[in-house]
């Protein structure tokens, strides 16, 4: 047969490795959590068309959903297993694996063994992964890069509303909305489909306010753009709360019928006087009382926070702070207005509801609940007493790799960590420390390269399974292509594994089975997906959870009539504003703040491979605005070292007004940024506070 090409994008895909499937597939984009519905067709060419009845895109698909044939037969793709980077059998590479988890764990106990999922990895997947380490392994240490994500907005959710679901309202709800604020978020580079709503909403006359230190893509098409320095948006939420307050903007029969604790955040809002939130943010006091007034204005309102407000070493509190405000406004539990999290990974809704990450259980249960454990062990068929407790945090886990009290192997799931991991260089040596390192992945990644045992396995279209996107609707992935011959799914390796080591039943790699046991798991926990079938997904174009029954008709706005609590009342939480763990100096006077750009996904382990992508952002560079340029004598084009307290990292220097004049910005998708990047946590979501560390500019050469 001919090698097939492919017409997507300019790019010529070689599909000789895939088999033909002529009818449409319907499945969903491998990337960001809108998981864009799209229809798949593998014949002579491999045509991707955007689907129209998934409200999330509607017609829409980014230039990365577009482009994500390529994958499919990418001269990058893994296709037998690599034991010390030499090609062997199946058999060979998981019998070897096999037997040094026994060596390890006979000499180190069950903890000596590790495990690390991704928040793109299936429900099935993550929930298999879970059950392996603590039904197999019998290891606390599980924990996933998930927590690097949306770790901080689901600590705050859950502690004000009892629950964490991203968005608590379908997505569609933003077109209805008068005003919407996005905090830290830049929607139009990370998931444009998103923007149709949002420009619907302005359409109708809604205003959009945007806080991001740098003008990006998103800030360009706001009404309104509040430019904090990084590092400072709790306070200038705390800043916001305090003119609501101050205004009479209080919605005070919501606060009194739908909430509790609000007497205490409206003392400590007090001490929050926009002049005092000027001085520390640089955002002028005028354009903090206009934001105030668009949402108190507003008939419907919503407030969104992404990344760049969440991923610090105080991003709970940050995030509570803006649920506060929400609060105060009577925002959460109405129909078209509340707060919600603009989830970012593929699955990072669903990743972190069934079991992958340290103190979880399915169902989005905590693994220290005696109920929760002997739910879960039932389904399972072992004691409760047999399951592990919590484990480590992603980042300690990672930082506990290879030391004395540490794991001593690592089984690695959906993750590259050498790049997506602060302190990567720290990161990076504790890799090479272990006594086993395995990889699961479909192409040769920075951390795979580093690996003992490489797994080769299957993609996006080349498998079934469900994710669930941002909205907490609960999708069907269906397989659109055969994966190459020699690649096994994530499912039929930890099946191989589990009989090597322990004849274990119940790890089926029928992704359908899986499911059918998640639900039984799920039944009853706060993410209940008992009542959600694929037949059902597939009638339904996805389900809400919490779905408790088959005749349920699924929770799209979960909090309408009550929220998750005990009392069923909202919690305000106080909250106050605290500096950068590692605030500028004499010795390193610029903040580095880092982000994802429209091109490139995550580690850009997948996207860098990608011709017509690469071809848009080919390199990694650094921005910085022209003042600085001038005082340094820096040109565009010009080879930049970014210097920090953990290590350096180069880029060539883009020149322009969009990043503030004391701020540098680098895309984290290429080995540097996260060199720099500072893995002091947050105490309560032990989120790394990726976006704000202390640098200096050195021209090379």
Request: proline content about 7%; overall charge negative; charged content about 20%.
């Amino acid at each position: 047969m001919k090698p097939l090409e492919s017409t997507i994008g300019d790019v010529p895909i070689s599909l000789s490795a895939l088999t033909p499937v002529k009818a449409a597939t319907a499945t969903h984009c491998p990337y960001c959590a809108l998981q864009c519905g799209m229809s798949v067709t593998v014949d002579e060419t491999v045509t991707i068309t955007p689907r129209k009845d998934i409200p999330a895109n509607a017609g829409g698909l980014c230039q990365k959903g577009w482009t994500a044939g390529e994958l499919l037969s990418s001269g990058d793709r893994l296709t037998t297993p690599l034991l010390y980077g030499e090609p062997v059998g199946w058999d060979e590479a998981l019998d070897f694996v096999a037997a040094r988890i026994r060596a390890v764990q006979e000499e180190h106990g069950p903890n000596g063994v590790a495990v690390f999922g991704g928040g793109g990895l299936t429900n099935e997947k993550a929930y298999q992964l879970g059950k392996f380490a603590r039904m197999v392994l019998r290891t606390s240490q599980i924990d996933y890069n998930g927590r690097f994500c949306m770790s901080s907005a689901a600590a705050a959710a859950n502690r004000a509303f009892g629950m964490d679901r991203g968005l608590p309202f379908p997505i569609t709800d933003l077109a209805g909305a008068d005003a919407v604020l996005i905090a830290g978020g830049n929607v139009a580079e990370t998931m444009p489909p998103f923007v149709r709503h949002l420009t619907a909403m302005r359409d109708r006359g809604g205003r959009l306010v945007v806080i991001d230190p740098r003008v990006t893509a998103t800030a360009r098409q706001a009404d309104l753009h509040l430019q904090p320095a990084p590092g400072t948006d709790l306070a200038l939420a705390l800043g916001l709360l305090h003119i609501v307050i101050a205004e009479g903007h209080v919605d005070e029969d919501y606060v009194a019928g739908r909430t509790s604790g609000f007497d205490g955040v409206r003392t400590s809002a007090a001490a929050w006087w926009p002049e005092r939130v000027e001085r520390i943010t640089g955002v002028p006091v005028a354009r903090m009382r206009l934001a105030a007034e668009i949402l108190a204005d507003a008939g419907r309102a919503v407030i969104l926070t992404g990344r760049g407000a969440e991923q610090h070493a105080k991003g709970t509190d940050t995030v509570s702070a803006f649920i506060n405000l929400a609060l105060a406004l009577g925002l959460p539990g109405r129909e078209g207005s509340g707060y919600g999290c603009v989830t970012g990974q593929g699955n990072g809704q669903g990743g972190r509801e069934h079991g992958q990450k340290a103190d979880q259980l399915p169902g989005y249960r905590r693994i220290d609940d005696p109920a929760a454990r002997a739910h879960v062990a039932a389904v399972w068929g072992i004691a409760p007493e047999d399951l592990p407790g919590p484990g480590r945090s992603a980042y300690e886990l990672l930082d506990a790799l290879g030391t004395a009290a540490g794991p001593r192997a690592l089984l690695l799931f959906g993750s590259n960590p050498v790049i997506s991991a602060p302190r990567a260089g720290h990161v990076t040596g504790r890799l090479r420390s272990l006594d086993l390192l395995v990889v699961s992945d479909l192409v040769m990644s920075e951390t795979a390269a580093l690996a003992d045992v490489v797994f080769p396995t299957t993609q996006w279209a080349e498998e079934s399974g469900t994710m669930t996107n941002l909205e907490g609707r609960v999708l069907l992935r269906r397989q659109a292509a055969a994966p190459p011959p020699g690649v096994r799914s994530d499912l039929e390796i930890l099946r191989g594994l589990a009989v090597r080591l322990r004849g274990a039943e119940g790890f089926p790699a029928d992704p359908r089975e899986v499911f059918e046991e998640l639900r039984r798991a799920s039944a009853g926990g706060i993410a209940d997906y008992a009542g959600i079938t694929y037949e059902r997904i597939a009638a339904e174009t996805g389900v809400f959870w919490p779905c408790p029954a088959e005749d349920h008709p699924g929770t799209p706005r979960p909090f309408l009539d009550r929220f998750a609590t005990p009392d069923g009342r909202a919690r305000f939480v106080p909250v106050e504003h605290r500096p950068p763990e590692e605030d500028i100096d004499r010795d390193y006077p610029l903040y580095l703040t880092t982000g994802r750009v429209l091109a490139h996904y995550q580690s850009g382990a997948q996207t860098r491979r990608i011709a017509a992508l690469n071809a848009v952002v080919p390199e990694v560079f650094v921005e910085l605005h022209p003042d600085l340029a001038e005082r340094l004598e820096v040109a565009p084009g010009d080879l930049l070292r970014v210097v920090g307290r953990r290590g350096a990292a180069e880029g060539v220097a883009r020149v322009t007004p969009a990043v503030r004049p004391d701020t540098v910005f680098m895309p984290f998708h290429w080995a540097g940024a996260n060199l720099l990047t500072n893995p002091a946590l947050d105490p309560v979501s032990r989120m790394p506070e990726f976006k704000v560390c202390a640098v200096k500019l050195e021209r090379v050469g």
